[in-house]
């Protein structure tokens, strides 16, 4: 379930940065980091969880090229 919410998570960062990101600060945007970054390196089932797995990696990307 945490790689759907990650998942999510990360679209919404990539589309809506300004609203959320820059609005946590330091501690929350640190924190937040570390629990996306959670999913990396997780074993996945060979299933529709490869889409999330993918999509949060996309987004994150999104995410950082942004943040540049």
Do not use: C
């Amino acid at each position: 379930q945490r790689m759907v919410e990650m998942a999510a998570m990360g679209y919404t960062l990539a589309v809506a940065k300004e609203h959320i990101w820059d609005a946590l600060g330091a501690e929350g945007t640190r924190n937040l980091s570390e629990w996306l970054g959670g999913i990396n390196g997780k074993e996945m089932p060979n299933s529709e969880y490869m889409f999330y797995l993918a999509f949060h990696q996309f987004s994150f990307l999104a995410l950082l090229w942004r943040l540049i």
